[in-house]
Each structure stands twice: as structure tokens, then as C-alpha cells.
């Protein structure tokens, strides 16, 4: 079957260290995105990709980085310098240009 | 006015009745609109998608209003499972780079 795949689900780190989360696709999808979500908050971008070995930052693009070398792999690393890094993050991907997003079932990232 | 902006909520609603959101969007050239609900710790999933004046799908109907900038999602005889977040997606620029997403609406359904 045709999807998204985030791992892990959970994620426990101590302080201080990086951290990277996994987003695969099958799609043939040519955007992928990386959102992050607080309780009871909506979704804010963090870095979205159009294309491949292309990237831009969202809105809160610091403290994180991404790669984009194939078209199915859309990794993010939670770096040390990201002050608040404990959320729910979420990696989806669409056709393109106005067309809908699908997103994995996220990653709940904790740091202790 | 933001870009998307929708009314919180909580809609507590008895399971059978018919409740209706609103969602308000700032850019006038935008095509496509979509609806997604989340269920409590899980990802959005895409509800439906709006491309003229509306899109009907069941007991679900979404309508387009572009001349007002706001798009509304009507779901009819509520069901207990209907109970999520429904969040109004808009393109956030001319070129429809990218998708913004609403803060949603808390809809619970009660028996």
C-alpha cells in the first residue's frame, strides 16, 4: 500500500543531543513537509521541500535541519540548539502545487 | 486578517443534530480548499477537498463563498465518531507553494 511512514513513534532524548526523525514515501509525491505541533496548537511549518536537493525553511526553522538527496526521504534533525524541542511532529507530502497534503501518523518526541 | 481563521470552539452537539463551521481566508487567489479532521493525539486526515463553489460527500458538505473569503463545512445527522478537530486548509500564497492550515474547530458529539 501506497503511504507516509514517520519513525519512530516515540522518541525519548536526553538534553543537549541531536536527534533526527525518519519520513518516508511511496507516493511518487514530489513535496514533502515537516510541521511540529504543541498541545493544543496548530500545526506550524518548520521546512518543506518541492523538489529534490531542494529545500526551504518554514516558520520556525531554527534549531532544525532537513536533507532532501531522494525523492522518498524527507529527514529532520532536532538539534541542540532548538530550545523547545518536546512535540508532536508531523511529516506529510503532496503531488505539488496547491494539491492536498497526506500526512504520516507523526512523531512524539520527548527531551529530558 | 490572518491567513486562515476559524472559530475554536468547543461545538458540543447531541449525536443527530446538524452543526456547521466557518472558516475565514485572507487570500483572494486562492484555488483550492480542503478540510481535514484529527482525531485527539492522531495526524490530520484529509476530509475534502473544495475546488468551485462546494463539494458534498454523505452527510458531509463543504461551500465556497469566494466573493466573502470563507468556506463552511456542514455535517448533518452527527454521529458519535464524528467527535475530532476539523481544520480549514487554504493555499498560503499567489503561487500556492504551500498549504496553511487552520487552527481548527473542537467538535464533540454528545449521546
Known amino acids: 500500500d501506497g503511504g507516509i511512514t514517520q519513525s519512530p513513534k516515540y522518541l525519548f532524548r536526553k538534553e543537549g543531543q541531536n536527534v533526527t526523525l525518519s519520513c518516508e514515501q511511496n507516493l511518487n509525491h514530489d513535496a514533502m513537509y515537516w510541521y511540529r505541533q504543541d498541545p493544543g496548537q496548530g500545526l506550524r511549518l518548520i521546512y518543506y521541500s518541492q523538489i529534490v536537493n531542494d529545500f526551504q525553511k518554514g516558520d520556525i526553522a531554527e534549531g532544525y535541519s532537513v536533507s532532501r538527496e531522494k525523492k522518498e526521504s524527507f529527514p529532520l534533525t532536532v538539534t541542540s540548539a532548538q530550545k523547545n524541542p518536546t512535540a508532536f511532529y508531523l511529516c506529510?507530502?503532496?503531488?505539488?502545487?496547491?494539491?492536498?497534503?497526506?500526512f504520516g501518523q507523526g512523531t512524539r518526541l520527548t527531551v529530558v | 486578517r490572518k491567513e486562515v481563521e476559524q472559530d475554536p470552539g468547543p461545538f458540543n452537539v447531541p449525536e443527530g443534530a446538524t452543526v456547521a463551521f466557518n472558516c475565514t481566508y485572507s487570500n483572494s487567489a486562492s484555488q483550492s480548499f480542503f478540510w481535514y479532521r484529527q482525531d485527539c493525539r492522531k495526524e490530520p486526515k484529509l476530509l475534502m477537498s473544495v475546488y468551485s463553489s462546494g463539494n458534498e460527500d454523505g452527510r458531509f458538505t463543504a461551500q465556497l463563498n469566494r466573493a466573502s473569503q470563507y468556506i463552511s463545512l456542514l455535517i448533518r445527522d452527527s454521529k458519535l465518531s464524528d467527535s475530532a478537530t476539523y481544520l480549514c486548509?487554504?493555499?498560503?500564497?499567489?503561487?500556492?507553494?504551500?498549504?496553511?492550515f487552520g487552527t481548527g474547530t473542537r467538535l464533540t458529539i454528545i449521546p
Open positions: 486548509v487554504v493555499p498560503t500564497n499567489f503561487g500556492n507553494e504551500k498549504l496553511t
Open positions: 506529510a507530502s503532496s503531488m505539488g502545487r496547491g494539491d492536498p497534503y497526506f
